[in-house]
């Protein structure tokens, strides 16, 4: 890895990193939440894209390429919701047939060390326990791992034997020539095994030595900002209060340390100065890179300051405004009426502030629909469906006439969705109710909608997460994406995602029911006042005058 | 040894006059739908209020179900009181924790979500809702007491795990709640963040709340006022975190149920071995305290066992 620099969508995670491991290497990643060490896997893993610098792997003499196994966060996300055999069919590439033919000497042997040699060929992974879930994955990358493991906190979440055998795992493949790179969190175990460790701090790399070292500038990583495993917090304090410096030692050695060497009695002071100068870790560099810290660790809410502006237009009359103007241009089919629903919806985007990429990439939908529409209509392809090809162009100007008014329900459907807060929903459908329907019922028909609301964005995140998981999943099988497969991808990230969803809305169904919300008014007393203001009446004006200008057209 | 009741008390003799403890809980037997037999079975105990309690046995122990009964989620024989009173009548002082966070959440932002917990007190106690302003004093007011330092309007889908682990918290406190039934939640969370909470906890304890735990972190562990083992159906005597890792007479409940022991921990018994001496420290400060005043000074001074003596009622 060369001078790289690794941005999250558009916010500068990591520069300036450098570093070279060979086979037979355990390198450990170091750093507090979000100092990107995520950030540095999915680019070692080839997920994403350094900004600047490279990133280059050197296949051994004699082999092709290097193969890369990585298992992200949460990795049972990387389960594609079919049966244990062809789970493993899928990751090795291997007929199913020929696994469920050889489960019991030689798939057993691989789930055994993790507590799963009983799983069935027929069994279905994505019905058990998460932690189940994730020693599966595990134990189905270690089957073949290739020539690097990537791993971002693999113990998180894994009980105690399965933590000390996964570790026991990692360390035996590195034993017989693999290279491993993984985030860690548990290092107390894991600095015994481990052949060297890269801290992450202020955008940069702070730390780059072995685990003997790593222990011994406990001092001064400290200082950095670098996480301290709890042994090297206790080395640190043991130290401070006068006694053996910091060093990587197991807890019997530490406990034979201290019988051996007496404390000193008044504290005498061990110096932090003193120990921050032994080892030598790279330098933080000040002012510019915790500039990029700052940038990386407050990550703006996604369009959090248009929601607040455009909500500060009256929700409901917008939302009436905007249904009225949808129906008058569905009812109308006119050149001219066209022309009026283009300017009137363009009127409305520019009002109520719609995201500009938004609006363009539908745009862009439209226009691929548009232009297959008008081809399919105004075609005529000649023997032997016709006597002779032709292009009618009237017929197709007809279609594209027929179909500009979906460009105009494409963009309004944007503005009327998505701008309500769930809360805002269900007071308004409270509010609405209020003298038609009975308490209880009404009471469940607002939350219900604050509901669904709430979980659009939901949803699309866990969406998002699962076509995440999938890109990785297939490249760790050494496949990409493919239009010949495509059905197949669909449906292997569409089942773990409704699993998924399905296992989501149970919690919120319990959380609902625990906290019996059901029986509670939805609070409007945060919400902006029902106060029809200035800008309101401009919405609803020009939705009255583009109304009236369609009625007039037609 | 299975069908024995079991009981659990976490009260302090002396002031079992003055209050009635947070939770108390009598013959209490619990069948999750779709379970052919109870998978708790006739326990009783309590839990004094202000107390941070660990539940802690090998998965399918019951100690999900414990906690999904004494929300409502899971049927149950026996009683409950709850600050004295019938479960009935007082579970809504009694909230749950749930994974992940993001699905318990019904508002959009911070803020909604805190107002639904505020209305949701206000409907149970039959109190007026409150208005605007004093809705936002009490929504800052809460955001202080768990440590979240976000704006108010910041869409919870934005939230780091240790900041939405936090808001359910807060969620969970204004929503009248004093007893907070917390299963794993910090499971997903990095040490920062654990430990971020578990500082949370402790205030929330001394203020007076009281917080039960399932958690597999040993630190957690380390940080709790009282451990109950659950295995096989039943709950044993609760015991302090020394008595679980240091045990009596070499043999500590830890362990037994397969959980490895913190570095702490197995540096510290290596010294209690080698010396003899009662040093049994749960926290790194304790450890410091206790090797610099009587273990080191036990072997750098000649007059051996004198030390000792004064570690026992430092540690």
Known sequence: MKSATLARGKVPILSNISFEASAGEWIVLVGRNGSGKSTLLDALAGVSQPVAGEIGYRAPAGATDVRRTYLPQAPERLLIATSAADEFAASLRMPSADLRRGWGEWVVPQLAPFGLGHLQPDDLPSRMSTGMQRKFVYAMALARPGEVLLCDEPTSGLDAPSRAELLAEIARFVQQGGLAITALHDLDEALFSATRVLALAHGRLVFDGTPQAFAESAASLERDGVPLPPSVRLALAIASAGGPKPGLCRPEDLAARLLASPAVQDGARCSEEALGQEAGPVPAAAAASSELASAAMEMPPPEAGAESRVGAFHPALRWLSLTAITIAIALVHRPAGDLVAVLATLALLAALRAPLRTSLRLTWTWVSFAALACAVSGLQLGPPFHTRWAFHAATAKHTLLEVVPYWCFLQIGQLALARFSSLQFAALVEATLARIVPRRQRLVASWFGALVTRFIPAVEVIYREQWYAYRVRLQNAGRLLSTSRVLVDVANVIAPFVIRMLRFGEATADAMEARRLFEVPPPSALLPGWRVRGRDLAVMAMALVSIALLVWTH | ?315
Request: with cysteine; net charge neutral; aromatic share 6%.
């Open chain 2, 1 to 315: 040894m299975l069908n024995s009741p079991s009981n659990v008390s976490t009260r302090p003799k002396d002031a079992a006059q003055m209050r009635p403890p947070a939770l108390a809980w009598r013959g209490l037997s619990v069948s999750p739908p779709g379970a052919s037999k109870p998978v708790l079975r006739d326990v009783s105990g309590e839990i004094a209020r202000g107390r941070i309690v660990a539940f802690v046995g090998p998965n399918g122990a019951g100690k999900t179900t414990f906690f999904r009964a004494l929300v409502g989620l899971a049927r149950f024989q026996g009683e409950i009181d709850v600050h004295g009173r019938p479960w009935r009548e007082a579970r809504w002082r009694v909230q749950m924790g749930f994974q992940p966070p993001a699905a318990s959440f019904v508002g959009q932002t911070v803020e909604e979500e805190l107002a639904v917990a505020i209305a949701a007190r206000a409907a149970h106690l039959g109190h007026p809702a409150p208005d605007r302003r004093a809705l936002q004093s009490e929504i800052h007011e809460w955001l202080q007491t768990v440590g979240l330092r976000v704006q108010p309007d910041r869409p919870v889908d934005a939230l780091s795990g240790g900041e939405m682990a936090k808001l359910a918290v807060a969620g969970a406190l204004a929503s009248g709640a004093d007893v907070l039934l917390m299963d794993e939640t910090q499971a997903e969370l990095d040490p920062d963040a654990r430990s971020a909470m578990r500082a949370v906890f402790r205030r929330l304890a001394q203020t007076g709340r009281t917080v039960l735990l399932v958690t597999h972190d040993m630190d957690d562990v380390l940080a709790a006022d009282a451990i109950v083992v659950v295995k096989g159906g039943a709950m044993r005597e609760p015991m302090s975190p020394r008595a679980f890792f240091y045990g009596r007479d070499g043999h500590a409940p830890c362990d037994d149920l397969g959980f490895a022991a913190p570095y702490l921990v197995q540096a510290a018994r290596r010294i209690r071995e080698a010396t003899g001496a009662d040093f049994a420290p749960l926290t790194e400060d304790e450890f410091v305290e206790g090797w610099r005043r009587a273990v080191a000074g036990e072997i750098g001074d000649s007059r051996a066992r004198k030390g000792a003596d004064s570690v026992e009622h430092l540690v």
